[in-house]
């Protein structure tokens, strides 16, 4: 460590608004104090995200948020060693409303600040540290099944900074097949849980939709999720309401046709990387489809899992505080100059 970074009492405030959640999150000494989130349901009746409306909504949250939080820590601005904030990849307006929050407080301070990459943020969340509470960490290096509304990647893991993309989605990601099926089947936004709850009642087997043929460890999810719209239209010209009479099947069985293909590309990157640690992360690692196939494969193959707190799952600011954190022990700042970036890669 160089002079004037102190290792003891480090206090990192952590700020996430790459898409629509406005979360704040407080770190000390690696231990997270506290975590606020808000969530935009403005745009449920939209059926996606409306990105014009998501950045107001940044906009009316981010102080209330950050006040928030800081109050539940107990910590007072003037204890903070530095703010991390994500800088990319999402949203841009959406960014750009946590990033200039980030800059102004860090310069009405004087502290320094620490630019995340949110997808890092996400394979952090598992070194989150909560007090009272014992998990074990993965150990380097880990794979890990980044699966949300906007990537589907395997990434390597060799250590808290140092991360390699192995494959990832040519096209869709896995939350977004998901989001664009219920949609198709007139479920609400996001799709995701509702397709959850309904697939647990389904038959996975009932119906087969043609899984993709890509080669290596990246994903395809377009033509499946072209499969699947295609043949409710044939089967709707039988049965009209054939969405009505076979709902939780069809749950059950896109979401194993998904799951399926996220799980076979996994253990071949696995099986090839001789790795036995496999973790999970993003918005879709709270499905219970994958989260039980995850324990399957576990057993089979003699993997250690790696499944986050359900809390953990979504877009939060405790994992940027804590990716914030490992950067600060490495005093690795960014400058006030820095803008948001609205794509990737794991380099950035
Ligand atoms: O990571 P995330 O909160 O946001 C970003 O994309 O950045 O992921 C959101 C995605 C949505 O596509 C949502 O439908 C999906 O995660 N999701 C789920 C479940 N919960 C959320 N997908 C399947 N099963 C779930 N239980």
Redesign the pocket.
Known sequence: MGQGVSLQGVVILGIES??DDTSAAVIKDGVLLSNVTASQAVHESYGGVVPELASRAHQQNIVPVVNEALKRAGVEREELSAIAFTRGPGLMGSLLVGVSFAKGMAASLGIPMIDVNHLQG?VLAHFIKEEGKQGENPSFPFLCLLV????SQIIKVNAYNDMEIVGQTIDDAA??A??KAAKVMGLGY????I??KLARKGNPLAFQFSKPHISGYDYSFSGLKTSFLYNLRDWMKDDPDFIQHHLEDLAASYEKAIVDTLMNKLRLAAKDLKIRQVAVA???S???GLRNAFHEYAEKYHWKIFIPPFGY???NAAMIAQAGYFKYLDKDFCPMEAPAYSRVTMKN
Request: aromatic share 0%.
């Open positions: 790459s898409c996400h949300s509304g906007g990537n939350g977004e998901i989001d996001p799709g995701g849980p397709i959850d993003g918005g879709v709270a499905n219970t799952t979504t877009d």
